[in-house]
Each structure stands twice: as structure tokens, then as C-alpha cells.
T-cell receptor, first 119, second 116 residues
């Protein structure tokens, strides 16, 4: 069964509004989670690393003020797309590493994704 | 820097045919993990396999098999007797053990279309 959930699965919003996406690890704790963006027929692009108890780490070129990340607990990370515009429309996917117990040995499990459409 | 190349962007086969997906990677790290994920039309990435760089044994799981060749930096994936449900995008990914924070490097993906 699923080990990472994501909500909502689909959202349509008007330009200028903010949208919050939740990512939860279901039966394990995750001190880090990852947020990806995927354009149609393209690979996953890592946006940021969500860190429990500290600030998120953003990849180069990703606007911190546009994509706010909060790792509220060991099982929950949220991505808020602020003042969304049509170019923010995309498929957003989160993941959480599980197992291993040692950095670099975990397997990342992915949420089902959130399809954001900004009108 | 890490890099994963999936040269085949799309493969179309007829049901029951075998299909092999190529994955070539680049890394300076001596210890790393390789992964394959399946992304069906629903969008959720499904974990298929993880392979340690020190373990070059080939693996078979049902109709799936993987061929890891460290000498050629390749980790190819074969689906035997393909079925329509195998239609999906398949991603190969690399995780160097020393990488901070478990950051995966993905290949571009290979879209597999299995026709009935």
C-alpha cells in the first residue's frame, strides 16, 4: 500500500491565489522530504528539500518566496505556491526516504502527485 | 556531478514481446544506489528496485529483470512477456551514498507503450 500520501490530488485555482499541497509519510517518520515538479512528458525536477525543524533547501533557480515549504512535523511537509500564475501549472510530487537508517541508503517513496492548474 | 541517461524516449511493443530499457549513469562516487521507478498514467511513481553498487548480481522479480554492469555503468531493465498494464514511463535514478540528504538524480524516462 501507499507509504506517502499527497493532498489534494488535483486543484484548479485562479491566478493570484495561493495553493497549499500536503505531503504525509504514512507509517514512518521523515526528517527530510522532497518536492519535485514534473512538466508533461518530462522527467522530475527537484525543487527543494524539506527539512524538519529547519529551513528548506532550494535548488538553484527555484524561487523561495514563490514556493514556500514548511516541514511541520516528522510526517508532514507542505508546499504553498504563492500568488500562483498560469506558468506555475504543473504536476507536483513529493517524496520521503524510508528505510536504511543511514544517510544515502534510504529508498525514496513518492506521493501520488498533485496536478495544479492555474487559470 | 551525477548524470543518468535513458537514451530511449519511447518504446512501443506488442503484448507478449520482451522490452529492454537502457540506463547509463555517471558518478565519481564509488558507493551508490541505483533505482528503477514506474510511473503509470495515474502519475504516482512506483518503486521497483534498488541496487547497491557493490552488488552486481542480476535480479529477477516475476516478469521483471535487471542487468547491472558496473564496467559499463549500466543498469538495464527488461520486461518479459509484456502486458498492457506495463504501459508507463519508467525512470532510472542514481543515489550516491555520500550525497547529502538522499538526493536522487533521475534519467529522462522511457515511455513504454504495450499494444494489445
Amino acid at each position: 500500500g501507499a507509504v506517502v500520501s499527497q493532498h489534494p490530488s488535483r486543484v484548479i485555482c485562479k491566478s493570484g491565489t495561493s495553493v497549499k499541497i500536503e505531503c504525509r509519510s504514512l507509517d514512518f517518520q521523515a526528517t527530510t522530504m522532497f518536492w519535485y515538479r514534473q512538466f508533461p512528458k518530462k522527467s522530475l525536477m527537484l525543487m527543494a528539500t524539506s527539512n524538519e525543524g529547519s529551513k528548506a533547501t532550494y535548488e538553484q533557480g527555484v524561487e523561495k518566496d514563490k514556493f514556500l515549504i514548511n516541514h511541520a512535523s516528522l510526517t508532514l511537509s507542505t508546499l504553498t505556491v504563492t500568488s500562483a500564475h498560469p506558468e506555475d501549472s504543473s504536476f507536483y510530487i513529493c517524496s520521503a526516504p524510508k528505510g536504511g537508517g543511514r544517510a544515502g541508503t534510504d529508498t525514496q517513496y513518492f506521493g501520488p502527485g498533485t496536478r495544479l492548474t492555474v487559470l | 556531478a551525477q548524470k543518468v541517461t535513458q537514451a530511449q524516449t519511447e518504446i512501443s511493443v506488442v503484448e507478449k514481446e520482451d522490452v529492454t530499457l537502457d540506463c547509463v549513469y555517471e558518478t565519481r562516487d564509488t558507493t551508490y544506489y541505483l533505482f528503477w521507478y514506474k510511473q503509470p498514467p495515474s502519475g504516482e511513481l512506483v518503486f521497483l528496485i534498488r541496487r547497491n553498487s557493490f552488488d552486481e548480481q542480476n535480479e529477477i522479480s516475476g516478469r521483471y529483470s535487471w542487468n547491472f554492469q558496473k564496467s559499463t555503468s549500466s543498469f538495464n531493465f527488461t520486461i518479459t512477456a509484456s502486458q498492457v498494464v506495463d504501459s508507463a514511463v519508467y525512470f532510472c535514478a542514481l543515489l550516491p551514498v555520500k550525497a547529502a540528504g538522499n538526493k536522487l538524480t533521475f534519467g529522462g524516462g522511457t515511455r513504454v507503450l504495450v499494444k494489445p
